[in-house]
């Protein structure tokens, strides 16, 4: 049976009919809905841990206990599960371990474009690249024979446009896979250097026999062009690109994944293509018998050089990012433009269409606490979710972003470089994001005898990557009841006496509170409690604005709501948009801004 589906839907589906037991992943885009579609499957057990460090190691047990097992994160998740995967290459598996890291070209939800590639290199691991939902599906289930086979764990990379398109697959029934036996092996799973080392001759031998693989599989398979192209056949002049220099000559293309749909797209059977399906490690005979067969050879992939700087140290001659950017996504008219020197016809589109910048929802709970921070005029070091949009205008009151966990250690760091920048400095991050690597840094913090103020802004869920919940919660990833982490608790287990819990929209108690505990010679932690707002809208709520009373100060304007225009010169509120949160009718001075009651409706 054929069903259109979301490429990380299509790698849950791979997952289900492998046989996969056990699935643990934390959440991020573009790979969050792998985990969340591994849930609907009542066969596989599937968790959000707290950080993908130790997604990787549960999973990692998981097949060391002789289940097939999954875990997935996006390309700087791979970063915190580097330590485990690293030496799970060098012990090998038992049940079949596949990873999931999906790539973020263009940065759509991101805070760097890192290639993760390059991991599977270092790592040395076996990497598969699918380039629809059809390879996801497929991929995922060939995984795992390879990962049996050849004792190893096994890398998918996927991109946000392979992961978030749909195209059609063919699904079948899930496999009876048996759990394994586990053996008590020290040589093969007690890496001290000892067993290391007789491991890492393995890895070697290993890679080896993977080279072989590669040579041979379909997933790394040739697909020829339609016919020679010409000057004549083209139609072009000798101005044209770099491929129509020679008078019949053909054009091949090496790529994978999303990138070889690009090319496809722009060229057509203008060109012949070598698809790589695994890209660790490349074919280095089916790559050099590519590019002899063919009269001029584009590598095109998006980010960085890992195809074209191989073929490069084969001695072979290919055209790679000396055309192609190392930025950035790709598009069919780009790779036209270059190969093909004349633009691909696209439809008209729209001129002059007005920028959207992301902006936090309308009610969000982060709103009223950065709008006090700014008022304050403090140092704040930021982390990874939808806070970090409080680094935007009008409230630009973030001053870093670096990855996840980060801001508290950055603000101990400000208070070590100088004194006088603890009074001024606080570190503000997100309740999961506490519990996936803000804990340590606050310990640190107290083991080392700092004074920062950190503020966790929790708002009851993982909103960053769209309402998945955590430890704080109290509900697991198939949304069952669970011990719910006490966030004043942990705190005060790790050392810190001044916790004080706080409603960010009480902008009086929130802006004494701040002031107080910067001032504070010892470390202090705030908790801006309020859930997000599109936890439970509450559609009777709403707020007007008089336009009589109206003094046009722009303070509700300094808010950032996107609820709230001036179209004409004074302040609106649409009542399309409005959650009826009141945080305006909290700001304005003048009485001008009003509950109204009623259902909510549409300007």
Known sequence: MRKLLLGNEAVARGAYEAGVTVSSAYPGTPSTEISEYIATYDEIYAEWAPNEKV??????????????????????????????????????????????????????????????????????????????????????????????????????????????????????????IPVKEYKKDIAKYVMMPAMARGRHVFVEKRIENLKKWAEETEINRVIPCDALLGYEESGMSASGGEGLKLAGGKIGVISAGIAYQYAKEALGGKASYLKLGCVYPLPEKKIRDFVNSVDI???????????EDFCKTLGLKVIGKEKFSLLGE??????????????????????????????????????????????????????IGCYTLGALP??????????????????????????????????VIGDSTFLHSGVTSLMNIVYNKGTSAVIILDNSITG????????????????????????????EAVGVSRVIVADPFDLEKMREVIKTETEAAEPSVIIARRPCKLLNINYEERYDISAEKCKNCGICMNLGCPA?????????????????????????KFGAINEISGKKGGN
């Open 297 to 307: 050879c584009y590598v095109i992939e998006e980010l960085d050089p890992v195809i």
């Open 564 to 588: 709230i225009s001036r179209p004409q010169g004074k302040a609106v509120i649409d009542n399309g948009a409005c959650v009826g949160c009141g945080l305006c009718y909290r700001v304005c």
């Open 55 to 176: 997604a990787a190691e549960v999973a990692f047990g998981a097949s060391l206990g002789g289940a097939r097992s999954i875990c997935a994160m996006k390309h700087v998740g791979l970063n915190v599960a580097a330590d485990p995967l690293f030496t799970a290459s060098y012990t090998g598996v038992n049940g079949g371990l596949v990873i999931c890291v999906a790539d973020d070209m263009g940065m759509h939800s991101s805070q760097n474009e890192q290639d993760s590639r390059h991991y599977a290199k270092s790592s040395k691991t076996l990497m598969l690249e699918p380039a629809d939902s059809a390879d996801c599906k497929n991929f995922v289930k060939l995984a795992y024979e390879l990962s049996e086979e050849f004792d190893t764990p096994v890398l998918l990379r996927l991109s946000t446009r392979v992961s978030h398109s749909r195209s059609m697959t063919e699904v079948s029934e899930r496999e009876n």
């Open 394 to 427: 009008p409230l630009s009151a973030m001053d870093t972003t670096l990855c996840m966990g980060a801001g508290i250690g950055m603000a101990h760091g400000m208070e070590k470089a100088s004194g006088l920048l603890a009074r001024k400095t606080v570190a």
């Open 330 to 383: 790709y598009t069919a008219e780009m790779i036209a433009k270059v190969v093909l020197g004349k633009e691909r016809e696209v439809y008209e589109t729209a001129k002059d269409v007005p920028q959207r910048p992301p902006v936090m929802c309308a009610g969000c709970p982060h709103r009223g606490l950065f709008y006090v921070l700014k008022q304050l005029k403090l140092n704040v070091m930021g982390d």
């Open 464 to 491: 960053m990557t769209g309402h998945q919940d955590n430890p704080a919660t109290g509900k697991t990833l198939k949304g069952e009841a669970t011990y719910q982490v006490n966030l004043e608790k942990l705190c």
